[in-house]
């Protein structure tokens, strides 16, 4: 009796969402039994409060799609400022390591070497500097 009253419910699903007729025996069964009855009157309650419900129309959708933009574009600004500050704290923390290397050698006697390695950087570095804007401008292309 379950199996059949399962089956039965399943054909009035699929005739209230128009996959197949609402034939006279179906008609029948929801008058005569009282679960199904009361189970094709759940499914019209629904269907007349999703067509009440706002949310459910055309102009109401714009404005969820603007306030998922919204949202996107928040998340997109919080990952861009953590992402700028993870890497304004790895360069700290390269520029201190560097500095104290450079005030230990210096204080070690190395004075001189420090010095030619920085007119060495001064001197050279310049002619790198249109291979790192190349590097950065197709990185940020991808």
Request: with cysteine.
């Amino acid at each position: 009796m379950f199996n059949k009253h399962e089956k039965m419910q399943k054909r009035i699903l699929d005739a209230f969402y128009g996959e197949k007729e609402l034939t006279e025996e179906l008609k029948n069964h929801i008058g005569n039994c009282k679960d199904c009855s009361a189970f094709w009157e759940s499914m019209n309650l629904l269907k007349e409060h999703a067509e009440d419900e706002p949310s459910i129309k055309g102009e109401d959708i714009e404005a969820y799609e603007r306030i998922i933009a919204e949202a996107f574009r928040e998340a997109e600004k919080i990952k861009e400022k953590n992402k700028n500050i993870r890497d304004y704290i790895v360069f700290i923390l390269v520029s201190v390591i560097f500095l104290s290397s450079a005030g230990m050698f210096a204080y070690m006697g190395y004075g001189k070497v420090i010095l030619t390695v920085q007119i060495f950087i001064i001197m050279f570095v310049p002619i790198l500097v249109p291979f790192f804007i190349k590097h950065r401008l197709s990185k940020e292309v991808e």
